[in-house]
């Protein structure tokens, strides 16, 4: 689930003539000769793995969350400080942890995988969660690394017994005069009764408070949680649901989601198990859950389902392709890879979809199949949740129209190994960061293409010969869509945020 393909593929964006939500079929092919880039690299200890990776969006400084360590990093990843968080003696049967009694089970050396890692811009402290003694998290400054707080007296203060990178995913929302909220969604490795797949908890302005990851709110009978009910095993005994990306837009707070489900085949009475890709959405200031809802999330192209969600990022359209969907530049566009298949959670993407929605739109259909719930209409799909179908709504597909995107270079990124999923735009937005296990990277190019301004069509830029009046534009980095730069091979480039229609009109 925490990879992607480790060849950088670079795309047309405004050649994405997408409705609502659509797939771009990338079938891999044979690549050519490895071409020489330029890269800054930093590389951690040898013996250490990166997990995650964030950007302070006012400073420029990196943070990386690896096992054992949190890097702080400046722009050009040099070094500025670190803090060890690993390893200690522990067991992950210990619940509560030892630190909190005396565990009777055997300990041993144990590394401390980072789970989490967000910044609390508002008060100014890293937010690290790890593996060790199920899944506490330590508050560090943002300057200096220093601990502030490391709350674990609590069972809200344990958030996950999973021993995986990618098993958690929080969503903070900020508010100007009271205490933040902070979305929890994890994986809970068959122990549903210690840990809630999600839940919403206090973050408090002092690191220390005795109330920090409290529940937002909590009585006798609703809590600000779900939990996974125990009959839900007796149906799929190794139920979960992984948590692939999580953000907030507007009133609401998502999360992209697989899930496993029992399905019969077309023509068969037994049921086998898949994997489904669903969106979750939450209305942010529901204190009991009441509005969550779930929907089925995918793409299609030429009869063929990609279903399998691998990552996702929320972005702004910008000026170039909001003209080409139509929307504002400052509507948010969900951009997701799927891979074919549905019978495991982690598939090889030789045969991948990159998906575009645009959020306004999923909301609409949401919002249609609430209303026909109220009618009475269908049943509502949240069968791990009940169990069995309840009558109210049916499954919601998010799909839509198809569209083309073209292929146009493929870079080797890193090596060996694959992509982690935490890329992240520089402070400017001029450069992206790449994570691998081994290595941070920093592209020293720009991608570049050229349009024949009779014909419309986009070539590669010549590498070599005599310069022809083709209109180039550079993207920085290659997965950015703003462009930076135009002109042509033969004229000194014009800078400026200029559109298609522009580059078209030369």
């Known amino acids: 689930m925490k990879a992607m393909p480790w060849n950088w593929t670079c795309l047309l964006s405004h050649l994405l003539m997408l409705g609502m939500g659509s797939s771009t079929l990338l079938p891999r092919q044979p690549p050519p000769l490895p071409q020489k880039r330029s890269f800054v690299t930093f590389r951690g200890e040898p013996a250490e793995s990166f997990n995650h990776l964030v950007v302070d969006e006012r400073t420029g400084h990196i943070y990386v969350g690896a096992v054992n360590r949190i890097y702080k ?10 803090h060890q968080t690993g390893p200690d003696e522990d067991n992950p049967k210990c619940y509560p942890p030892r630190i909190v009694q005396t565990c009777n089970e055997p300990l041993t050396t144990t590394n401390n995988v980072n789970k989490m890692l967000l910044i609390d811009y508002k008060e100014n402290r890293l937010i690290a969660c790890g593996s060790l003694y199920q899944g506490i998290c330590k508050l560090l400054r943002l300057e200096d690394l220093f601990k ?12 996950s017994g999973v021993n995986e990178s990618g098993s958690v995913f929080g969503v903070i929302v900020s508010y100007s005069n009271l205490d933040d909220k902070l979305f929890i969604a994890t994986a ?7 840990f809630p797949t999600i839940s919403s908890r206090k973050l408090t302005k002092n690191s220390e ?11 006798e009978f609703v809590a600000s949680m779900i939990k996974i009910p125990s009959d839900t095993f007796t149906v799929i005994p190794d139920f979960d649901i992984y948590y692939v990306y999580g953000f907030s837009s507007g009133n609401f707070v998502y999360f992209l989601t697989l899930q496993p489900e029992m399905v019969s085949p077309p023509g068969s009475t037994t049921k086998e198990q ?41 972005s702004k359209a910008g000026a170039v392709l909001a003209q080409t969907l139509g929307v504002r530049p400052e509507d948010d566009l969900l951009f997701t890879v799927f891979s074919k298949g549905q019978k495991r959670k982690m598939k090889s993407l030789d045969e991948s979809a990159l998906c575009i929605f645009i959020l306004k739109q999923i909301n609409d259909r949401i919002k249609e199949r609430l209303q026909s719930c109220y009618r009475g209409e269908g049943t509502l799909d949240l069968a791990w949740l009940k169990v069995k179908d309840i009558p109210c709504s049916s499954a ?25 999923r935490d890329m992240a735009f520089s402070k400017d937005h001029e ?10 990277r920093l592209p020293k190019f720009c991608c570049t293409f050229v349009l024949q301004p009779k014909t419309g069509r986009w070539l590669r830029k010549p590498t070599g010969g005599r310069p022809q009046r083709r209109h180039v534009i550079y993207l920085a980095p290659c997965a950015s869509f703003p462009i930076c730069c135009l002109g042509t091979e033969a004229e000194p480039a014009e800078t400026g945020n200029e559109t298609l229609q522009r580059a078209k009109g030369l």
């Open 73 to 82: 990093l400046s722009s050009d990843l040099k070094v500025l400080v670190t």
């Open 148 to 159: 502030l707080g490391e709350p674990f007296h609590k069972k809200e203060h344990y958030l």
């Open 188 to 194: 809970v490795d068959g122990k549903p009764e210690y």
């Open 209 to 219: 408070a005795d109330g920090m990851f409290a529940y937002v709110f909590h009585d």
């Open 274 to 314: 898949v994997y489904t890709s669903k969106l979750v959405r939450l209305c942010k200031e529901d204190t009991a859950f009441n509005s969550y809802v779930e929907v089925p999330i995918g793409c299609e192209r030429g009869g063929v389902e990609y279903r399998l969600l691998q990552a996702a990022y929320l």
């Open 396 to 420: 919601i597909r998010v799909d839509g129209p198809r569209g083309n995107a073209l292929q146009y270079e493929t870079v080797q990124v890193v090596e060996p190994g694959p992509v982690l």
């Open 431 to 440: 450069q992206l960061y790449i994570m691998s296990e081994r290595q941070v």
